[in-house]
């Protein structure tokens, strides 16, 4: 089966940094776009940032000039680093990815990961 698998979340300081990491597995194809999605306690998941297979990025404005998503399409992976870290960045980070596998035949689909958690406190 196709997977994502994130890492790299914890606790650090307001003002710190920190980098997130997924990476694909399975029998893909393909990646089109990756990304990153939040989802803090009591609120709806929103996007973070996205990155297409030709490098173009996408930015939420909470996070436009803190954080840089960047992608290895030859490990199938994307990262996220995340500077000037604020409370409010505390939450749960999904990594996202648009694959096209093989499977007994060829499929495409949206793939989520567990989510790492980023908490943001002094």
């Known amino acids: 089966q196709v997977q994502v698998v994130e890492s790299g979340g914890g606790l650090v300081q307001p003002g710190g940094s920190l980098r997130l990491s997924c990476a694909a597995s399975?029998?893909?194809?393909?990646?089109?776009?990756m990304g990153w999605y939040r989802q803090a306690p009591g609120k709806q998941r929103e996007l973070v940032a996205t990155?297409?297979?030709?490098?173009?990025?996408n930015y939420a404005d909470s996070v436009k000039g803190r954080f840089t998503i960047s992608r290895d399409n030859a490990k199938k992976a994307v990262y996220l680093q995340m500077n000037s870290l604020k409370p409010e960045d505390t939450a749960v980070y999904y990594c996202?990815?648009?694959?096209?596998?093989?499977?007994?035949?060829?499929?495409?689909?949206?793939?989520w990961g567990q989510g790492t958690q980023v908490t943001v406190s002094s």
């Open positions: 399975g029998i893909i194809l393909s990646i089109n776009t």
């Open positions: 990155i297409t297979s030709g490098g173009g990025t």
């Open positions: 996202n990815a648009d694959v096209t596998y093989y499977s007994g035949g060829r499929y495409s689909k949206m793939i």
